[in-house]
């Protein structure tokens, strides 16, 4: 049976050119057209190709590979720059450019808000191409590790702590040397000690450093290593990190808005995370819809006056439990706004007690305490010696709304669709792009990461969706614009 050999001294008479390395259906084709249609004056990218003096990377080069990088599931700067030499892809996307990683790592580092912006001018493109309508938009958080240590995380309590016991062994240094110095004339040496002693000053300074920032920013923790990334707990356990938030359009599922924020969690977030959403659309979506980890009254109020239809359960329909009670539970209650107190099953009468700031509710109690005691349902309706209390939100109205627009037929078909639409792109990003943890450190470096990273997951959707062909000829047509525009 005859094998085929290949020759590595085979000599060719015209070698190929780097362009005819790569088919014309291959993917990197899409990533390379995409750069090109970008707007880089609105990115705030300067090119200057009469600018003097040393010659640096061209910075459209230089910004398909972090895209393409990303896609690939490398972010490390080394990785890349290997692919530079060993990857055909990457060679071409280049031109045969090869800058090393510390060129590549300071581009990235140097241009976090023009990177962030990329998003931005991908939906749009994506909205040229009725990939995505805006009128549904659900959002999503998910806990992303920071490129620090919980280790170096910081409280009060702990600087304090330890710069007692570094005035304490400084203190133990220095009775050592006087003691070493009168025991040990012209024989012993102080080296060690003097070494030890100044890497003590240099920590008691930096954790002093530490303290300072913690009074300054008025926060119980901080972390010396990323000070922007806070504590957040998951399914491995506690680590420094930070929230990642998106909000993905109904239509195909594509990212249209990611921030990052260091909140531990997702209350008060919906609201600001539509509005982001609508202004980078063009336009006002129609219904907004969220976990539970989203339902604080105030927060989606603020969306609800917009005119936006809010879909987001309350922990209890969260958690599927019933009203307090078949019999005697708050909605067998009837509240009566004209005399601001509510009436029990039996007829008795609640009135308003008082307004707890803390709490954030109005408290309503039995008027008569012998209608409670005397009742025959006293024991099953309430054991309380003060009789039955009823707890009503300031936006209670709101709350009773948004339960029975989350009940109804039309709240469940779009909360049906929430996982397959907001949840698929944390997948995509953190198991197929290796993103479990940012690499970048800082809020606005994070940032800038996440945007790459949504930026790919929507490249790979629109190859999927719309198919390579059609997908370069879109895009070329729309760098001619941007270059029009130019």
């Keep these: 049976m005859a094998f085929r050999q290949g020759n590595r001294y085979q000599v060719s008479m015209f070698p190929p050119t780097i362009e005819e390395y790569i088919a014309e259906d291959d993917p990197v084709r899409v990533y390379d057209a995409f750069v090109e249609a970008l707007d880089m004056e609105e ?5 200057e190709e009469d600018k003097v003096g040393n010659p640096s990377y061209e910075p459209r080069a230089m910004l398909k590979l972090l895209v393409y990088g990303y896609s690939y599931g490398w972010r490390s700067s080394r990785k890349i720059e290997r692919a530079l030499y060993h990857n055909l892809s990457f060679i071409w996307l280049t031109g045969g450019l090869r800058p090393d990683h510390k ?38 958080g998910s806990k992303m590790r920071a490129n620090a240590s919980i280790n170096q995380t910081w409280t009060h309590e702990r600087c304090e702590k330890e710069l007692k016991k570094i005035d304490d062994r400084i203190e133990e ?18 080296i060690k000690l003097a070494e030890e002693l100044k890497d003590k000053d240099v920590l008691q300074k930096r954790i002093k450093a530490i303290l300072g920032k913690i009074k300054e920013q008025d926060k119980s923790h901080i972390n010396s290593t990323d000070v922007d990334c806070i504590k957040v707990k998951g399914r491995q356990g506690t680590h420094a990190g930070y929230n990642a938030q998106i909000a993905a359009d109904e239509k195909n599922g594509l990212i249209v808005n990611s921030e990052v924020v260091n909140k531990s969690n997702d209350m008060n977030q919906f609201t600001r995370q539509v509005e982001q959403a609508n202004e980078v659309i063009g336009n006002r979506c129609e219904v907004a819809c969220a976990d539970a980890g989203y339902s604080d009254i105030n927060d989606l109020k603020e969306t609800i006056e917009q005119g936006i239809q809010v879909i987001v359960p309350s922990q209890r329909q969260a958690l599927h439990q019933p009203l307090e009670g078949e019999l005697f539970g708050k909605d067998k209650f009837r509240y009566d706004d004209q005399s601001n107190q509510y009436i029990c099953p039996e007829g008795k009468a609640l009135r308003y007690s008082h307004y707890s700031k803390v709490k954030g509710h109005y ?22 010696k003060r009789g039955r209390a009823i707890i009503r939100l300031r936006n209670e109205e709101t709350k009773e ?22 949840e698929l792109p944390f997948g995509h ?52 614009k941007v270059k029009i525009k130019l």
């Design 43 to 47: 990115l705030g990218i300067k090119i």
């Design 103 to 140: 060129t590549i790592a300071n581009y990235r580092r140097n241009n976090k808000g023009a990177i962030k912006k990329v998003l931005k001018q991908c939906v749009r493109l994506c909205i040229d191409l009725d990939l995505i309508e805006g009128n549904t938009l659900f959002i999503d």
């Design 173 to 190: 240094i220095m009775n050592e040397c006087e003691q070493a110095d009168e025991e040990e004339k012209g024989n012993g040496t102080l």
């Design 363 to 384: 408290l309503y109690r039995i008027k008569e305490l012998s209608n409670c005691i005397d009742c025959k349902h006293f024991g099953r309706c309430t054991s309380n």
């Design 401 to 422: 709304q948004l339960e029975t627009l989350y009940a109804s037929q039309k709240g469940q078909a779009v909360y049906k669709k929430r996982k397959e639409k907001v």
């Design 429 to 480: 990003i953190k198991r197929n792009l290796g993103a479990g943890a940012f690499l970048l450190r800082g809020i606005e470096g994070v940032n800038a990461e996440m945007a790459l990273l949504s930026t790919c997951f929507n490249i790979s959707r629109m190859i999927t969706i719309v198919g390579i062909s059609r997908l370069m000829a879109k895009l070329y047509e729309h760098s001619i």
